[in-house]
């Protein structure tokens, strides 16, 4: 299991956010975003699990709870080149769990057991299930314990833990992620107790230096949405959490790196948006962020909008560092001036 992971995240981790993090960090594990078992079976395949070489290493999450279909999935994902399949038992929305999938499952140990057994006489690939600390009043630490000694008695040893329990019920999907208490406790004392599974925790981690924190007491760390709002944060990941010695990209690097991938995939007529949308918070908290913002969103629509809008919204960006570095240098010298005035 890597140490550093983005979660799966609906509408977020498709194939264009994938590679533009890759361009940010070569080291960090990557997730698709949940496909359902039916979804493979019965749908475009290439368009559902399509990826480029670079995305890699890339973990493909499946959501369903039918042994067969879920073996199925796992021998799709082996040819496609997946590193890796997780199991969804973690999401709580109405429809997911009207499939009977995602964390209503966690009540099903046996079941999840059924699946992932399944799966791994399917593929070669290693299965790992990705699930909260519990649901509903089933969400004392022994709940979870039996669910992961029930699970790994299949031979799955790499368990994701949402540290926050999920109520199925009165509760949206984003509430989820943020009402209920987060419980790291449980998941450290998960990693105590099964010292021998490869345990990752999930939930309200935003920063590298947190997640280097929290790996003294786990295996890996996943973070979810401050990598889609604050993408650049994962900048020095891999020298800080993988200790790789290549240097960094700049964010102005990032972007040049991705305007052949826009060219390929607008050639080919892709909506600009489609790409862009994952790359606006890319000059968060800098000069510039707002006109970057707004170029692109006025701009990425418009019918034939390509890498030229990119390349023109990076340049304003760069005018307004230079106007930025200017101020803050003329500042200095006001105060330079005013410190010799007071010698006088």
């Known amino acids: 299991m890597l140490p550093l992971s983005i979660a799966p995240m609906m509408d977020r981790t498709d194939r264009h956010y994938r590679y533009f993090m890759r361009q940010i960090t ?62 969804n038992v973690g999401c709580p929305s109405d429809r997911v769990q009207s499939g009977n999938f995602g964390a209503c499952l966690m009540a099903q140990p046996e079941q999840v057991a059924d699946c992932v057994a399944a799966m791994m006489a399917a593929s070669p690939l290693p299965i790992s299930v990705k699930h909260r600390i519990g649901i509903d009043h089933q969400d004392r630490y022994e709940d979870m314990a039996h669910f992961v000694t029930v699970v790994s008695q299949t031979g799955c040893r790499r368990f994701s833990v949402h540290a926050r329990k999920a109520w199925l019920q009165g509760l949206s999907p984003k509430d989820n992620r943020t009402v209920p208490p987060l419980r790291y406790a449980d998941v450290h004392r998960l990693k105590r107790d099964f010292a021998h599974l490869s345990i990752e925790i999930n939930g309200g981690i935003t920063t ?11 295996d890996a760390v996943m973070i979810g949405r401050a990598a889609y709002d604050h993408p ?72 034939g909008a390509g890498a030229e809008v990119v390349a023109d919204a990076l340049e304003l960006v760069n005018q307004a560092g230079f106007v930025h570095q200017a101020s803050l240098a003329h500042q200095a010298n006001l105060v330079h001036q005013a410190s010799l005035g007071s010698l006088v």
């Open 26 to 87: 070569r080291r960090t594990l990557l997730y698709t975003e949940m496909v359902t078992s039916m979804a493979i079976k019965h749908g475009n395949r290439e368009k559902l699990l399509g990826f480029t070489p670079d995305e890699n290493p890339l973990v493909l999450q499946v959501g369903g709870d039918h042994p067969q279909q879920l073996a199925d999935c796992a021998r799709i994902a082996a040819d496609f080149g997946y590193c890796e399949i997780n199991l």
């Open 232 to 303: 650049f944060i994962f900048a020095q990941a891999d020298q800080l959490i993988f200790g790789e010695t290549y240097p960094p990209l700049s964010r102005q690097q990032v972007v040049q790196k991705m305007l052949p991938y826009i060219d390929y995939w607008t050639g080919r007529g892709l909506k600009l948006h489609s790409i862009t949308r994952h790359m606006l918070h890319l000059f968060h908290g800098q000069p510039g962020s707002r006109v970057w913002k707004r170029t692109i969103t006025d701009r990425s629509s418009k019918p």
């Open 208 to 218: 590298l230096e947190q997640a280097k924190t929290q790996l003294s007491l786990v």
